[in-house]
């Protein structure tokens, strides 16, 4: 194969993408929302990519991952008409009053909850459903939302790594790599549970404080189902949904179909729900974040700087593939709670492609990249959308009960969520190291 060597077409494109990823990653400091970063620097990629004669907009389109596009949009609305009908509420509440005043054992019943949910629903949307209720819970009962709700996001973010639909990164993952429901968990489910045990231990000890202040008492028995026929529809559909993930590659169905085949059937059961209702919950925005960075992503890979930058490494993967995979976890783990999950996986994943087609065997890199930017995603409050979600609506209620001490400042989640951070991707080192023949097999 013939050494590539660093063109003008490369610098543009990197220039493009380092720009870009500043303003995602400065969000904070300027103020401009990390779609709308997106949407100019996809833009600003097609022109100049035309102008320098390596992208065109056909191109552009042609770069997108429809399947996350799809599959995320469809659990979505999935979840928008779950919402109204109170089944969650009721979880919720009912999981409050099962605790009976102990408030770590809350944390394990709630954070369990969430955990499961998002192993299907996404963690963005199961922190989405649960934060605002947490919240309603924690002034019935007189006690501090912060442990539940930095735990929420910590648990979910941790749990959603062990199927391909938990989180976004995976499912740009499962995607690119053409890696099947069933592969997926039965690689990242093990080495997910106990890095999940290893939060909750970790959260105990980091709350101790709070959690041992008893909470008052609360009527949690008058939370009623708004429509229990529809929660139960929704929830036979759900399962459902699990089988046909589970077999979509005897289908021959590609997930995003099985999420709108779903959808569909939902929303001719709920037959009273309008259509704008039943999308009152889809975050175009994050869709609009996604099909700008895939397009950007497309632009870097079209002037073949990515694949430059997997020449580089190439030979150190080469040389020691476990230390390179363990690697990959950490590094990925500090730039993901540095610049977002998102962006930093769409970035590896077409120089790990790269990799692939000159035959060296990449399988265990996609597993360590999951699980590092999966865990990542803890250390910041900017390191998942899911902590983004959380920082806000805990700001907004300190700002409504006129009580800073409510908000989740970014020194807050970084000395609860860091060492968080640290302590899963310790253990998870140790079982890829101890495990690496198992991950090491070849994904399809």
């Known amino acids: 194969m013939q050494e590539l060597v660093f063109t003008q077409e490369m610098l543009v494109s990197g220039i493009i993408l380092a720009v870009t990823f500043t303003a995602i990653f400065t969000e904070q400091l300027h103020g401009i929302e990390r779609s709308k970063v997106a949407m100019v620097g996809a833009v600003t990629m097609i022109v100049l990519g035309q102008i320098f004669g390596f992208y065109s907009p056909g191109e552009a389109i042609e770069a997108v991952d429809w399947n996350v596009i799809f599959l995320l949009a469809g659990m979505m609305t999935i979840v928008s008409v779950m919402i109204p009908t109170g089944g969650f509420d009721w979880m919720a509440y009912k999981i409050a009053a099962l605790s009976k005043g102990r408030q770590f054992f809350m944390l394990v019943l709630l954070g369990t909850a969430i955990t499961v949910l998002s192993l299907l629903l996404d963690n963005v949307t199961t922190v989405v459903i649960f934060g605002p209720l947490i919240i309603l819970i924690a002034k019935a009962q007189k006690i501090s939302p912060i442990p539940y709700l930095l ?40 080495i997910t549970l106990v890095s999940w045990v290893v939060c909750l231990f970790m959260l105990k000890l980091l709350f101790k404080k709070e959690l041992a202040i008893a909470p008052a008492e609360a009527n949690m028995d008058e939370v009623k189902f708004a429509d229990p026929r529809l929660w139960k529809a929704s929830i036979a559909i759900l399962l459902i949904m699990v089988g046909l993930f589970m077999a979509h590659n005897a289908l021959h169905w590609e997930p995003w179909f099985v999420a709108i085949l779903g959808m569909t059937g939902l929303v001719m059961v709920s037959r009273s729900v309008h259509m704008d209702r039943a999308l009152e919950h889809v975050e175009f925005t994050l869709l609009i974040f996604f099909l700008g960075l895939f397009m950007i992503i497309g632009g870097v890979e079209h002037s073949q700087f990515l694949e430059f930058v997997g020449q580089l490494i190439t030979p150190f993967v080469k040389t020691d593939l476990i230390l390179a995979t363990i690697l990959l976890m950490w590094v990925g783990a500090f730039l993901s709670a540095a610049i977002d999950n998102i962006p930093f996986t769409a970035a590896m994943i077409p120089i790990i492609l790269g990799m692939e087609a000159q035959g060296i065997p990449v399988a265990p890199l996609w597993w360590g990249l999951a699980m590092g930017v999966g865990l990542g995603g803890n250390g910041t409050h900017i390191g998942s959308t899911a902590n ?26 970084f000395r609860k969520g860091f060492p968080v951070m640290l302590a899963t991707l310790v253990v998870s080192t140790f079982l890829f190291w101890f495990f690496f023949d198992f991950y090491a097999q070849p994904v399809n």
Do not use: K
Request: charged share 10%; aromatic share 10%.
């Open 151 to 190: 735990g929420a996001a910590l648990l979910a973010d941790t749990g959603g790594i062990a199927t391909l639909v938990g989180d976004p990164p995976n499912i740009m993952i499962g995607s690119a790599a053409d890696i099947t429901f069933n592969n997926f968990a039965f690689h990242m489910f093990p």
């Open 388 to 413: 983004v979600f959380i920082v806000t609506i805990s700001e907004r209620l300190a700002r409504d009960q006129n009580d800073p001490s409510l908000a989740i400042t970014p020194g807050l989640w």
